[in-house]
């Protein structure tokens, strides 16, 4: 059975960073990009970052770029979300996610296979 598990939530100050980390598990997810999306209160889900399985290129969503970077170790089986210059704004659960990485193309609106259960990243202002 197919898992990703987030880790490295929690509350800080604006203007402080924060390292999440996904790890993947239960199945080969060769193949497979991976990602992050964030649902704040009494808002959708919206992506994030994505990185490919083939050339680890990225993407962001505009708000974070500059701020946020996405890597994987090179097993890829686990995923980072280093979150530099936090702002209240980015209060959010933030989830990890799979999908098969020629869905990268669709960005932001990538069709997701599977989804962690998310953690809570909280900034103070």
């Known amino acids: 059975q197919a898992r990703l598990v987030e880790s490295g939530g929690g509350l800080v100050q604006g203007g402080d960073s924060l390292r999440l980390s996904c790890a993947a598990s239960?199945?080969?997810?060769?193949?497979?990009?991976m990602g992050w999306w964030r649902q704040a209160p009494g808002k959708e889900r919206e992506f994030v970052a994505a990185?490919?399985?083939?050339?680890?290129?990225?993407y962001y969503t505009d708000s974070v770029k500059g701020r946020f970077i996405i890597s994987r170790d090179s097993a890829k089986i686990t995923v980072y979300l280093q979150m530099n210059s936090l702002n209240p704004e980015d209060t959010a659960v933030y989830y990890c996610?799979?999908?098969?990485?020629?869905?990268?193309?669709?960005?932001?609106?990538?069709?997701?296979?599977?989804w962690g259960q998310g953690t809570q990243v909280t900034v103070s202002s």
């Open positions: 996610a799979a999908f098969p990485n020629w869905r990268l193309k669709d960005a932001p609106d990538i069709n997701v296979d599977y």
């Open positions: 990185i490919s399985w083939r050339d680890n290129s990225t």
């Open positions: 239960g199945r080969t997810f060769s193949r497979y990009g």
